[in-house]
């Protein structure tokens, strides 16, 4: 085939997987489109892509990557799904939020191989966190799926039933973490620290945290080892814990896993 990758829909999160992939797989490889054209042109200008058309992406490309909004979805694969089902071995590759594999189908008006993907937007730096799953996904085919992201952060698996209370927490999660950064700097602030230090330490800080538990397991192990008797963590974490931290950041996880499963209906 022309491409091994057409994505159609190239914003925030459709350019950050891009920008990704760009980097393990050669950019004459790579097809992009979006209704805005400028989008699709200035990745191309960037990455050395080929900006094409959704109806050229689907006849050409080994992967077709829809990007666009959940409730674009239908309306976009109706374009398409004519080339999409006489172009012979492809793997569709999904991530709209909601949409199971079998609403793609549906669509599509073909059982073709799915793959269904959530991915975060740190995936721009190599950092994200993507969670797919698959239908009738030959191994070799999978493998390839992974080489191609494999630059975009970890990659797992989950039974796709799993997936929308998965995805809550790592893609919606950036959002949840930027909000704590920003509340972290501006309590420094509070204290005297100047805006740019205070935005850097949060950003830090967070970054080291992550990276030891990533490394080193259990949050709440690691939280109890930075806690000293009587020591300034612990009246901090007090803090937190009386201001309904914990049950706060639980209630954003699901009401983001509640709003994905209205998106379905």
């Known amino acids: 085939m022309k491409y091994t990758l057409g994505f159609i829909g190239c ?25 805005d054209k400028k989008k699709a042109q200035t990745l191309a200008n960037d990455l050395g892509v080929i900006a094409a058309t959704a109806n050229e992406l689907a006849k050409e490309s080994e992967f077709v990557v829809l990007g666009v909004k959940p409730q674009n979805m239908r309306e976009t694969v109706a374009q398409i799904a004519d080339d999409l089902k006489a172009n012979t071995g492809v793997t569709v590759i999904t991530m709209a939020a909601g ?6 189908r549906s669509f599509v008006g073909a059982e073709l191989p799915v793959i269904r993907i959530m991915p975060n937007t740190p995936a721009m730096l190599g950092a994200g966190m993507i969670l797919y799953a698959t239908a009738d996904v030959e191994n070799e085919t999978e493998e390839k799926f992974l080489a191609a ?13 799993k997936i929308d209370a998965a995805s809550a927490l790592s893609g919606c999660g950036p959002a949840f973490v930027y909000a704590f950064a920003e509340a972290l700097a501006d309590g420094a602030v509070e204290c005297g620290v100047p805006r740019d230090k205070a935005a850097l330490y949060a950003a830090q800080t967070l970054k080291g945290a992550a990276e030891m538990l990533l490394e080193y397991g259990h949050p709440a192990d690691l939280k109890d080892a930075v806690c000293s008797p009587g020591g300034t963590t612990i009246a901090g974490v007090h803090a937190l814990e009386n201001a309904g931290f914990r049950g706060a950041t639980m209630d954003a996880v699901a009401a983001a896993y509640k709003r ?6």
């Open 260 to 265: 994905t499963l209205e998106l379905k209906k």
């Open 99 to 104: 949409l199971s594999i079998a609403a793609i």
């Open 11 to 35: 914003g925030n999160m459709g350019g950050a997987l891009v920008r990704a992939v760009a980097k393990s797989v050669k950019g004459e490889k790579i097809a992009v489109c979006d209704y």
């Open 149 to 161: 992201f494999e630059k975009a952060g970890k990659i797992d698996k989950i039974p796709e039933e």
